[in-house]
């Protein structure tokens, strides 16, 4: 499920966190790490149970219509096109899937907090809705566009949603937008002939679990190594006025630069520089760059780069 960039982010956070504690313990700050990155699988299903849910109120709201005092010939006769939408429907016959959303959706309807109903009403409401409903194509196309459309202008920018996912884990915030692409990817995929399983392992195979590892590892073993690196090329600046960030960053990037031999110097430069735009101060990727080059161009001349396939130096 998720990328080498959203590794490194995660293994950030966990450094971030492992240098500023002071009861520094690596193996008890790995397992948390460990334990963030697999909670990212259960962000993406309760995103997707959304739907389910969203989907069985759609249908006992119709139901409950029918049994007014006086019903109309609509609440008789209802338009029924989003509780057979064919996503959902599939969504509903993946057993793995339905299992572990019984585990957890439960989330939705925590206290007084219903966030199933809200987002009915919204979706009643709307434009949207209307339209798909009255669209007389019929077609799983549409389906997964107006699926999409549920997640894009209703689902993933809802505050109630926001808060629910705050208070279940504080990282969710960061993992957020890269599940949200996840799934509306899984959707536009979707072949109606061609099922595939909803639910996957969050590392897409063992070599990216083995780099998260390695990474958050040899991050801490080397830091004091690469504190004096840095402070040496460093001209008139004082280790403690540089940005925590900044240094992290560094690191991490010089790790992957001796440590993994398959991996591309300029892809350890870019892709550090692009998580600085993000997570440190605006001067950092200039900053970041320069020292990396500087540090790196010694490892080169001192026989500590060895990189496997051409090109890779």
Do not use: C
């Not at 500590?304 to 051409?310: I, T, Y």
């Amino acid at each position: 499920m998720i990328n080498r960039r959203h590794i490194r982010l995660k293994v950030m956070q966990s450094l971030y966190s492992y240098f500023s504690s002071f009861n520094k313990d690596m193996a008890v700050t790995e397992k948390e790490m460990m334990k963030n990155i697999n909670s990212i699988s259960e962000l993406h299903v309760l995103l997707l149970s959304l739907l389910v849910e969203i989907n069985s109120f759609t249908d006992q709201f119709l139901e409950d219509n029918k049994t007014k005092y006086i019903p109309s010939a609509e609440d008789l006769n209802p338009n029924t096109k989003f509780v057979n939408n064919r996503v959902i429907e599939i969504l509903q016959e993946d057993e793995i899937f339905m299992k572990k959303m019984k585990r957890l959706s439960g989330i939705w309807r925590k206290g007084d907090i219903d966030i199933v109903r809200k987002l009915f009403v919204d979706i009643y409401k709307s434009p949207q809705y209307s339209d798909y409903l009255n669209n007389e194509k019929d077609s799983f196309s549409d389906d997964k566009k107006f699926i999409q459309v549920l997640y894009t202008e209703f689902i993933l920018d809802n505050d109630i949603l926001h808060h629910v996912l705050q208070e279940r884990s504080i990282f969710w915030d960061d993992d957020l937008p890269f599940v949200a692409s996840f799934i509306k990817n899984q959707i536009n995929f979707l072949d109606e002939n061609k099922i595939r399983p909803f639910v996957v392992d969050v590392f897409k195979n063992s070599d990216d679990k083995k780099f998260a590892v390695q990474l958050f590892r040899k991050t801490i073993i080397h830091s004091d190594e690469f504190d004096e690196l840095i402070q040496k090329n460093v001209k008139n600046w004082e280790l403690e006025r540089i940005a925590n960030m900044d240094q992290l960053l560094i690191k991490m990037a010089l790790v992957e630069v001796i440590s993994f031999q398959e991996m591309p110097i300029k892809v350890s430069f870019n892709e550090y520089i692009e998580i600085s735009k993000y997570y440190s101060t605006e001067k950092s990727k200039v900053f970041i760059n320069g020292i990396l080059d500087k540090i790196v161009s010694q490892f080169k001349r001192d026989g500590k780069v060895k990189k496997v396939g051409r090109g890779l130096v």
